[in-house]
């Protein structure tokens, strides 16, 4: 059964330090998102992405934050400058044209 | 703008009991509304969902959710727990259409089974 997969599992980075998270959505599904969960919280919206742009953003996801597909497969979320608070479960989904969206295990990063 | 509410952040069962977890909603329209669970260390998984078909929604592992447009309720239920489904339950809800259909989540429930 198709997946949704994101590397690496866990990112420790130090603050100020610039992040990458990877995504590879089910091949094809056309819609991409990004959520965080920190630690006992519950998920948060970060990010919508459809037609190589983003559809809807967050008030989370501010000029820190970007989201990229560089190729036909990967989605990356990208943090510029992490800080303490960055430190979270970050969640990839994608769908197709139906609600359901099938979310990835996650990466959890830990911003020392 | 939409909203989800969990009621009880822990509901605790003993094996073979009845499962009942609440979800209220609050849509401007007539939303979509899913259960995902998430098991320790884990991603989201769904559960079920209610996309505007039938208002009784079965899902996997004996799970059923119905829709209550009167109560704006979409509570999940399970006949009789097992010790496998001790985990954290989440409500979600989006829009059928428009922007990018961002799912909206509950705090959650932790489930606990015990013997």
């Known amino acids: 059964e198709p997946e949704v997969t994101q590397t690496p599992s866990h990112q420790v980075t130090q603050m100020g330090q610039e992040v990458i998270l990877r995504c590879v959505p089910i091949?094809?599904?056309?819609?991409f998102y990004w959520y965080r969960q920190i630690l006992g919280q519950k998920v948060e919206f970060l990010v919508s992405?459809?037609?190589?742009?983003?559809?809807?953003k967050s008030e989370i996801f501010d000029d820190q934050f970007s989201v990229e597909r560089p190729d036909g497969s990967n989605f990356t979320l990208k943090i510029r400058s992490t800080k303490l608070e960055d430190s979270a479960m970050y969640f990839c989904?994608?769908?197709?044209?139906?609600?359901?969206?099938?979310f990835g295990p996650g990466t959890r990063l830990t911003v020392t | 703008a939409q909203s989800v509410t969990q009621l009880g952040s822990h509901v605790s069962v003993s094996e073979g009991a009845l499962v009942l977890l609440r979800c209220n909603y609050s849509?401007?329209?007539?939303?979509?509304l899913f259960w995902y669970v998430q098991y320790p260390n884990q991603g989201l998984q769904l559960l079920l969902k209610?996309?505007?078909?039938?208002?009784l929604v079965k899902g996997i592992n004996g799970f059923e959710a119905e829709f209550k447009k009167s109560e704006t309720s979409f509570h999940l239920t399970k006949p009789s727990a097992h010790m496998s489904d001790a985990a954290e339950y989440f409500c979600?809800?989006?829009?059928?259409?428009?922007?990018?259909?961002?799912?909206?989540f509950g705090t959650g429930t932790q489930l606990k089974v015990e013997l």
């Open positions: 989904a994608s769908r197709t044209g139906d609600a359901e969206q099938y």
């Open positions: 091949s094809n599904h056309l819609y």
């Open positions: 992405f459809y037609n190589n742009e983003i559809s809807e």
């Open positions: 849509s401007s329209v007539p939303p979509y």
């Open positions: 209610y996309t505007s078909a039938a208002t």
């Open positions: 979600a809800v989006t829009r059928p259409t428009g922007g990018g259909n961002k799912l909206t």
